[in-house]
């Protein structure tokens, strides 16, 4: 790329945060903005586009399937977004992404005339990436969520085995423990839990709709043994007590297999890596005394 095209590079993208800045005043002065109030903090890549969402939104909603909204809304709940990111609003930053893609790899091709393969080839892959970017982002934010959901979830249910042993129901002992737990999707998805039961939802709905929103098979076997022992008069705090077993030896066994693990992904690095450095710091004096002594003059000729 030649020097001069970074100019109308940068000048295209302080006109592209110009023309953001320019829609996101007229939706504001015009009322079309709703309150903003109820949401979390919206991811960065959510915040880039906003304006251009919000414009289009509207418009958009009226032709998206119902059942595919229902499922976009459960991920994002899986992911703690279901409070910054509306299920339509995902769907219109894909294709504003998407629209960018082409819009940049037009003006790469046409307008900055650089018809290099290996520019052409890399704003075409731009294209795709994005449209599936924010499939992307969302399916790891799910991982990383529940990933660190099931690591404070065994500790969870010690602080509440604890809480009912010292006298406390069951009921009191969920608030205690929610109370003392660090910040984390634990807290938040307990914390869901309890304001949901304050507002007249029975706690058995409570916590199937939070074993929905997280879909984890040991959140599913939790809310399942409590419910059951409620409804069969069981003890509760035997059933957490067993469900804070099985969550411990869950946890060591998955640690146990990811240290079984870590020797097969070494094997990679160590091939590709390691035993060519080791094969060149080898053969490099072999191959050093063979040329002074004329050996590899027969090679050469």
Known sequence: MQTNAYIPITMAFLSLIFFFLIIEYYIKNKGQSEDQSWRDKSPRMFRLVRPLVNL?????????????LAVLKDRLSSAGMSYAIRPEEFIVTKRVFLALGITLFIYVYFMLE????????????IVPIGFFYPDIWLRDKIKLRQHNFSKMFPFFLDLLVLSMRAGLNFASALDHSVEK?????????????LRDTRTGLS??????????????????NFVSAVNQAEESGGEVGDVLS?????RRTERFLRAEKLANQAPVKMLGPLIGL???????IIMFPIFIK???????DFFFK
């Open 56 to 68: 289009f939104t509207k418009k958009v909603t009226e032709s998206i399937d119902k059942h595919k």
């Open 114 to 125: 650089l018809v290099s393969p290996m520019v052409i080839t890399v704003a075409a892959v």
């Open 181 to 193: 737990m660090p910040p984390g999707p634990v807290k938040d998805e307990f914390t869901k839990v």
């Open 203 to 220: 706690r058995r709905e409570s916590l199937v709709t939070m074993s929905e929103r997280v879909q984890m098979p040991a959140v599913g």
């Open 242 to 246: 067993i469900q804070a077993q099985q």
């Open 274 to 280: 390691l035993f060519p450095i080791t094969f060149i």
């Open 290 to 296: 063979a040329r002074d002594s004329g050996t590899m």
